[in-house]
Structure formats: C-alpha cells, structure tokens
Antibody, heavy 118, light 107 residues
Framework: EVQLVESGGGLVQPGGSLRLSCAAS????????MHWVRQAPGKGLVWVSR????????SYADSVKGRFTISRDNAKNTLYLQMNSLRADDTAVYYC???????????WGQGTLVTVSS | DIQMTQSPSSLSASVGDRVTITCRAS??????LVWFQQKPGKAPKSLIY???SLQTGVPSKFSGSGSGTDFTLTISSLQPEDFATYYC?????????FGQGTKLEIK
C-alpha cells in the first residue's frame, strides 16, 4: 500500500525556518517525481515545488522561489522541503504528492500544518 | 502561468441529482487535466485524470469530458458521501495550477 506521511510542521515566527519531511513507503520511491502542494486555511490548493526522481531537477512557484528548497534522499525514501524566511502567508497545510510519469498526482499524504505567527 | 477558472464556486443539490462542474483553462493544456475531491480535513483524492480517464477504484458515477480549454466533471446520482469540494488542476506546464474549487452542498 502506498503511504506518504508528512511531518515537521508547527508554529514558527516570521523570518524563521522549518524543514518538512515526507516519508514514503509501499512503492519504489526513487522511480517517482514528487511534489509539494499547500492549502491555506479555508482556501484552495496551490502548487509549491517538484523534484525529479533522482533529485537533479527542481521547480518552484514564484511565491517561494529563493526561500524554499525541495530535496530528497532516495536511500531513506524521504522527501524534504526546507522553508526559510517564512512569512505569514506561508501559513498552510503542506501536502506531499506522488506524481505519475505524465505528471498527475495519484497519491497524497495527509498533510502537515505550518503556522507562521508571532 | 495558466489560469484555471472553475464554475460554479458553490452548488446546492439533492441526493439523487446529477451535477456538472466546469473548468476553463486560459490556454490549451493538451487534456492534461485532473479532477480532485476533497472533504474537510482530508487530503485531496484524484477522480479523473487526462480529462476523461477514471482513476482506479473511483465509481463510474464520476465522469470527465472536454478538450482544449474547456472541461467538465459530471457526478450522477448524488449520494451523501459526494458532498465535498471539487478542484480541477492542469499538469500541462509549470507552475501547475488549480481551479478555485466548487463546494457541493446538500440542498
């Protein structure tokens, strides 16, 4: 069974940093591109970032470019999102998602809440 | 960026009804469109991919159609568990973009 389990969320002050993790199981992690998507409270879904299967290529939404870094450790079956210079508008539930080769998401994690507030 | 516009933003319907949600892309997306269902406090669940292909395990009451820039999700014979928020998303090009969502409520 495919499972994606996010962790690392919490309360952080503006300007602070946080690293999210997404532990994958039930499939060959190194075969798949992975994404982060976020959802502010009561709002819609917003794509954040993606990484290819071996970690050599990444993309970011303009809103997080230069502040967030996506990475992965295929030996540990884990996806990461390092978030720096956090702002109040980064407050959201962050989901990791596994993409099929054509790009759409077949599996999502349960999400982890990041709250940026003083 | 490709803008995805969903309509309506909310919809009231009764159990047993058939409803249609539309999604329009600001430019052609080669049918790289997926529909998600999301219930409160839960992760999204994919229903339809490639505009009209049913995800494994999703009941056939859900169907998708369209091409180019205009797409629809149809849900037939609504049941209580179908009342949720539905999103479209294009995965033709980065940044991937979502529609704003359609909240389907019980009348």
């Amino acid at each position: 069974e495919v499972q994606l389990v996010e962790s690392g969320g919490g309360l952080v002050q503006p300007g602070g940093s946080l690293r999210l993790s997404c532990a994958a199981s039930g499939f060959t992690f190194s075969d798949y591109w992975m994404h982060w998507v976020r959802q502010a409270p009561g709002k819609g879904l917003v794509w954040v970032s993606r990484i290819n299967s071996d970690g050599s290529s990444t993309s970011y939404a303009d809103s997080v470019k230069g502040r967030f870094t996506i990475s992965r450790d295929n030996a540990k079956n884990t996806l990461y999102l390092q978030m720096n210079s956090l702002r109040a508008d980064d407050t959201a539930v962050y989901y990791c998602a596994r993409a099929y080769s054509s790009g759409w998401y077949g599996y999502w994690g349960q999400g982890t809440l990041v709250t940026v507030s003083s | 960026d490709i803008q995805m516009t969903q309509s309506p933003s909310s919809l009231s319907a009764s159990v047993g009804d058939r409803v249609t949600i539309t999604c329009r892309a600001s430019q052609g997306i080669n049918n790289y469109l997926v529909w998600f269902q999301q219930k409160p406090g839960k992760a999204p669940k994919s229903l339809i991919y490639a505009a009209s292909s049913l995800q494994t395990g999703v009941p056939s009451k859900f169907s998708g159609s369209g091409s180019g820039t205009d797409f629809t999700l149809t849900i037939s014979s609504l049941q209580p568990e179908d009342f949720a928020t539905y999103y479209c998303q294009q995965y033709n090009s980065y940044p991937y973009t979502f529609g704003q969502g359609t909240k389907l409520e019980i009348k």
